[in-house]
């Protein structure tokens, strides 16, 4: 009969190799960042009366599926994947992990109101976590939208930085507005931090990639 320290052993083998496996089939599956115009729907069907465009629309490879959403209205980078596990630990809060969005508001937001954004604000019953928020001068260098936003020359505009740990539904809009800062352009350009980040480098809207081995590594935390 096989001693406690063998058996313990076996265990302990049988417990690595199902960790490799685990590995091995994750990096195996299929992830795609997306750059996703105005106008998109961030699903890959549309069962409305009068069919707007989805994902389905440039993505033809089956069986993959955003990490969270991006409203119809909002632009930027979408992570796709056919891996479930990953796809609800980056959907689960408590994980926290950075969302960094370029937003343009109408109004150019004073110190207090940048504040409030870092801060806190309450939306529909619901106190926003933390998060960092600066203004951005120049302006970034994206690609124009179409159509473009409405253009009031009585009112100014300015872009702001926002780097949020939670994805509520429409929780950017609905937090400048709190302020008295309505969003007039919405843009997700990248996911994660560090280097792990993810981001739009090299794609244009409407455009999508494959991520690479070294990428893939990195999203799932391996070594």
């Given amino acids: 009969m096989a001693d406690w320290s063998t058996i313990q052993f076996k265990k302990l083998q049988l417990s690595n190799q199902s960790k490799i496996l685990f590995k091995l089939l994750a990096i195996a599956m299929k992830y795609l960042l997306f750059y996703k115009p105005y106008g998109v729907l961030c699903q890959f069907t549309d069962n409305s009366d009068n069919p707007r465009a989805t994902l389905k629309d440039y993505i033809s490879i089956p069986e993959i599926y955003p990490v969270g959403r991006l409203d119809r209205d909002s632009e930027g980078l979408l992570l796709l994947t056919d891996n479930g596990q990953l796809q609800n630990r980056l959907a689960n809060p408590k994980f926290a992990h950075p969302?960094?969005?370029?937003?343009?508001?109408?109004?150019?937001?004073?110190?207090?109101?940048?504040?409030?954004?870092?801060?806190?604000?309450?939306?529909?019953?619901?106190?926003?976590?933390?998060?960092?928020?600066?203004?951005?001068?120049?302006?970034?260098?994206?690609?124009?939208?179409?159509?473009?936003?409405?253009?009031?020359?009585?009112?100014?505009?300015?872009?702001?930085?926002?780097?949020?740990?939670?994805?509520?539904?429409?929780?950017?809009?609905?937090?400048?507005?709190?302020?008295?800062?309505?969003?007039?352009r919405l843009v997700r350009v990248s996911i994660g931090s560090d280097a792990g980040k993810l981001d739009l480098a090299n794609l244009n809207p409407g455009e999508w990639r494959e991520l690479s081995a070294s990428e893939t590594k990195k999203l799932l935390n391996f070594k």
């Fill in 99 to 184: 969302r960094t969005y370029y937003v343009q508001v109408e109004g150019i937001p004073n110190e207090s109101a940048l504040d409030k954004l870092r801060s806190s604000v309450t939306i529909k019953n619901y106190r926003t976590r933390q998060a960092k928020v600066r203004l951005l001068s120049p302006e970034p260098n994206l690609p124009p939208r179409v159509p473009p936003i409405r253009d009031r020359k009585s009112i100014p505009t300015c872009w702001l930085e926002m780097i949020l740990t939670e994805g509520k539904n429409r929780q950017v809009r609905r937090m400048t507005a709190a302020v008295g800062f309505p969003t007039l």
